[in-house]
């Protein structure tokens, strides 16, 4: 089985700082990792994704992800963050060759000040 | 248009009535699956399919059923719904072929009174 540990439940950010939303699991298998973006009154869509191979993710919007086996994480960055990046945003793990079902982060609530 | 799309978008009900909400895909994806996102939460599996032969629950069945109507639609019907089925509801489709990502649909805000 495996679970999600998002560390953080809300994190405010200034205009144009960077920003790490952190996110750990446990899984007794290899893993496929996610990160999904929930805008205000949205559904989720895919921000970015690990499968295989280099341990750096880029995604969609700027963010970028690094895939950390050792530590057991997925941590989500983005090095100048603007005020349309206020959002919801979960992390999600598979075990490979699983039956296909993501187990979610509860959330990470990413707030942009001017 | 929308990949996947669901019915309603937000309803209003009250104690004891039965609600359905319905969820349509057009990826041509054989797995679908029923989320209810609460505050705090994050995402709670209540039904997954794996194809229309195929139904399994997930973390929080209890009080609520699902219809597998077709390859392209799954409904989830709540019996006699309580005010603590107030939720954010998300229907997800994904492709086995596809490492287990998964497409959601734009929500439906539930309120039961």
């Known amino acids: 089985a495996q679970s999600v540990t998002q560390l953080d439940s809300q994190v405010p950010v200034f205009e144009e700082a960077p920003v790490e939303l952190r996110c750990n699991y446990s899984?007794?298998?290899?893993?496929?990792l996610f990160w999904y973006v929930q805008y205000p009154n949205q559904g989720l869509q895919l921000l970015l994704k690990?499968?295989?191979?280099?341990?750096l993710v880029k995604g969609i919007n700027g963010f970028e992800a690094e895939f950390n086996k050792s530590q057991t994480s997925f941590h989500l960055r983005k090095p100048s963050v603007h005020i349309s990046d206020t959002a919801e945003y979960f992390c999600?793990?598979?075990?490979?060759?699983?039956?296909?079902?993501?187990?979610f982060g509860k959330g990470t609530k990413l707030s942009v000040k001017p | 248009d929308a990949d996947v799309t669901q019915t309603p978008r937000n309803r209003i009900t009250k104690t004891g009535k039965r609600i359905m909400l319905e969820c349509s895909q057009t990826?041509?994806?054989?797995?679908m699956y029923w989320y209810r996102q609460d505050p705090g939460l994050g995402l709670r599996l209540i039904y997954y399919?794996?194809?229309?032969?195929?139904?399994n629950k997930g973390e929080i069945s209890d009080g609520y059923s699902v219809s597998r109507q077709a390859q392209a639609k799954f409904s989830l019907s709540l019996e006699s719904a309580i005010p603590n089925q107030t939720a954010l509801y998300f229907c997800?489709?994904?492709?086995?072929?596809?490492?287990?990502?998964?497409?959601f649909g734009p929500g439906t805000r539930l309120t039961v009174l």
């Open positions: 997800a489709t994904s492709d086995p072929g596809q490492y287990n990502e998964q497409f």
């Open positions: 990826k041509g994806h054989d797995r």
């Open positions: 899984s007794s298998v290899s893993v496929y």
């Open positions: 399919s794996f194809d229309v032969k195929d139904i």
């Open positions: 690990y499968l295989s191979g280099s341990t």
């Open positions: 999600a793990v598979s075990g490979r060759g699983s039956q296909g079902n993501l187990i």
